[in-house]
């Protein structure tokens, strides 16, 4: 069983930049490919970025692509969601997720934990 608790979550000026965090409990995030997804109001979640179980590998959405960094630190089970240059189509619920398998997979199906979110409001 993997437990995600989100933090770094907050309000923040278009072109300003917050990290979130993903710290995990249980044995099997060391081996776990791990994600961020994001919810806006009235629309469907959608993935962000993506990291594989050793922080080789990562992947991003092309919204994401060159403004955001994912990164991770299996010593302390956390992982960090970099967001610079932030707009304010960037306003969602973001969601930690962690896999059972090793990679950096983009579609929610790979994924059996998730967090509460956490909430980024990004004002014009």
């Known amino acids: 069983q993997v437990q995600l608790a989100e933090s770094g979550g907050g309000l923040v000026q278009a072109g300003g930049s917050l990290r979130l965090s993903c710290a995990a409990s249980?044995?099997?995030?060391?081996?776990?490919?791990m994600a961020w997804f994001r919810q806006a109001p009235g629309k469907e979640r959608e993935f962000v970025a993506a990291?594989?179980?050793?922080?080789?590998?990562?992947l991003y959405s092309a919204s994401a692509q060159g403004r955001f960094s994912l990164s991770r630190d299996n010593a302390k089970n956390t992982v960090y969601l970099r967001m610079n240059s932030l707009k304010p189509e960037d306003t969602a619920v973001y969601y930690c997720?962690?896999?059972?398998?090793?990679?950096?997979?983009?579609?929610?199906?790979?994924?059996?934990?998730w967090g509460q979110g956490a909430q980024v409001t990004v004002s014009s």
């Open positions: 997720a962690a896999s059972l398998g090793s990679k950096p997979y983009s579609d929610s199906d790979q994924f059996e934990y």
């Open positions: 249980g044995r099997v995030f060391s081996s776990s490919g």
């Open positions: 990291i594989s179980w050793s922080g080789g590998r990562t």
